[in-house]
């Protein structure tokens, strides 16, 4: 376990250095620790070092370990960072804190219905597909805009920003780019952006929130 502990610290001080050349503030950068695929143990050192942001990509297996260590320590803040399907909208809501993938008018419906049942609000951000993959979710560059004002006006959702996942064969500086110029536009403060191979580019081009796994749990 040291040497997740170590691997923590590293990306922390790696975090630290970018917002600095940056010149931005220190600790202006949230730091998620992708916990996807992990199981309990190996989460709690971290937890025990201090890292409160995680990141899940399914809801399922989110559930099988996270509400006992939340129950444990008080201050996790969950990110659901995988896709969202529609039938999965009520425990996504019960559980998550903040949900980055909100991609189409029927999850942002589900979402909003289920908010309102639950009394419960997590932040919520919109997937954008900057490559325009047709194998991955994400609303299309074009097309942010107006989902955005469907969100906030038929919806009546509250999106506090932006998350994209670049093509993993291009650069990624262009995608974190069109992503800012875009929240930038919408008036939108949260940039989620940057992984383990990429994420002080993502912070140099104003990432708020970096998702990083592999670079502190190790290889999946």
């Not at 949230?30 to 143990?41: N, P």
């Not at 444990?72 to 993938?101: C, M, R, Y």
């Not at 909100?102 to 289920?114: F, M, N, Q, S």
């Not at 038929?154 to 780019?177: E, N």
């Amino acid at each position: 376990m040291s040497d997740v502990i170590e691997r923590l610290t590293e990306v922390r001080n790696r975090i630290a250095a970018a917002e600095e050349l940056a010149r931005r503030g220190a600790g202006s950068v949230r730091l998620i620790a992708v916990s996807k695929t992990f199981e309990a143990d190996t989460i709690r050192p971290i937890i025990v070092a201090g890292q409160r942001d995680f990141g899940e990509n399914r809801v399922q297996e989110a559930q099988g370990k996270w509400p006992a260590l939340k129950a444990e320590t008080p201050g996790i803040v969950l990110h659901l960072i995988g896709p969202l399907q529609s039938n999965k909208a009520g425990e996504a809501v019960a559980l998550f804190d903040v949900i980055h993938t909100i991609d189409r008018d029927k999850i942002a419906e589900a979402v909003a219905r289920e908010m309102k049942k639950q009394s419960r609000a997590p932040r919520l951000l919109v997937q954008v597909n900057t490559g325009e993959e047709p194998q991955k979710a994400g609303v299309a560059p074009s097309e942010v805009d107006a989902f955005v004002v469907r969100c906030r006006e038929v919806h009546g959702l509250v999106i506090d920003g932006l998350m994209c996942i670049p093509p993993a064969d291009q650069i990624a500086a262009p995608h974190f780019a069109l992503l800012a110029k875009i929240a930038k536009r919408l008036g939108l403060k949260s940039l989620s952006m940057g992984m383990s191979g990429d994420f002080e580019t993502a912070i140099m081009l104003g990432a708020t929130d970096v998702r990083v796994g592999s670079a502190i749990f190790g290889a999946r």
